[in-house]
């Protein structure tokens, strides 16, 4: 038998363990996508023929430093990664002929006269249905967050995100796509970097930006919002990528206090990349949007960009 581990000796189980200053990405980057100091664990590979279940992990994570959460803002209104601690745990699960992941985390505010700790929930389940389209449904709640009265709750309320693409007949290069949310109050991701985007940078181009340029988006936080982008992904003979997108935001409620989207927004956004070498990728992006009650926005940018 192979001898391996700290010990050198052969064992029937393992149990991968990982600390310091960790990058941690869950559901796509939807719930976590930030890198903190702290220590995690996993259970991996088990499975349970009662439940049908083929293959199933659970890891367990805690960050001491360096958590990085929209909800926990230094004075300057920039994300205090100083501020809190995190504690969670997920898990992933092959069964129903599709994948369910699910978490539960708590961030704990750990500085001195603020209580904006909070709780954060979330349930995904993703299957392939009849040939014919592809569907992720993804949810997360918040709760429990409890600030100074003459402050305003940072995380609270829930997002629902659909997530779906046509299978068509040419299905690794022809993929249409139209993905929806809707969004109560101020849902957060657990954990969530600066330079990840926001909590809707998946739903489509439109929801985009990046930490160097500052790309003009749309509004990214499903606060009180519903909408969603439909759009077409080409990649010719997987050798060039095209992506042409409609986008919109909706007001779920009247109330604009607090919200950061103040009116209805819609958008125009296109991709094009080239891969020059095995190392070098031309990218080209474009949008074009317009904005209830704020100014229009217009953007284009062209990236080389190098795989490492």
């Given at each position: 038998r192979?001898?391996?581990g700290v010990r050198d000796e052969f064992v029937s189980w393992d149990m991968p363990i990982a600390f310091g200053l960790m990058p941690l990405v869950y559901q796509n980057g939807i719930w976590v996508d930030d890198a903190f100091i702290g220590?995690?664990?996993?259970?991996p590979s088990r499975n349970s023929r009662t439940f049908d279940i083929t293959n199933m992990d659970f890891t367990f994570f805690v960050g001491t430093d360096k958590v990085s959460t929209p909800a926990i803002l230094d004075r300057a209104g920039k994300l205090d990664e100083a501020g809190a601690n995190l504690y969670g745990v997920t898990t992933f699960i092959e069964a129903l002929e599709g994948y369910i992941e699910a978490?539960?985390?708590r961030i704990d505010d750990t500085r001195s006269a603020s209580n904006f700790s909070y709780n954060n929930a979330t349930l995904a389940f993703t299957k392939r249905y009849g040939g014919l389209v592809s569907n992720s449904v993804r949810g997360i709640v918040n709760w429990g967050q409890n600030p100074d009265r003459s402050q305003r709750q940072t995380a609270d309320g829930y997002v629902l995100l659909l997530e779906n693409s046509l299978i068509t007949h040419l299905p690794s290069t022809l993929v249409p796509y139209f993905n929806f949310f809707v969004g109560k109050d101020r849902p957060q991701s657990l954990a969530r970097d600066a330079?990840?985007?926001?909590?809707?940078k998946n739903t489509g181009l439109s929801f985009e930006t990046d930490g160097l340029t500052g790309f003009p988006k749309l509004d990214d936080t499903?606060?009180?919002t519903y909408g969603g982008a439909i759009g077409v992904q080409y990649l010719f003979s997987l050798n060039q990528q095209v992506v042409l997108e409609l986008a919109t935001v909706q007001m779920l409620t009247q109330n604009r206090v607090g919200r950061a989207a103040q009116g209805p927004q819609y958008a125009i956004s296109g991709r094009y990349q080239l891969p020059l070498t095995n190392a070098w990728i031309f990218r080209a992006d474009v949008i074009a949007a317009n904005l209830d009650k704020a100014p229009d926005v217009y953007g284009g940018r062209l990236e080389l960009r190098r795989k490492f």
């Open positions: 192979d001898r391996a220590g995690a664990f996993t259970i978490g539960y985390g330079a990840a985007g926001g909590l809707l499903a606060n009180d």
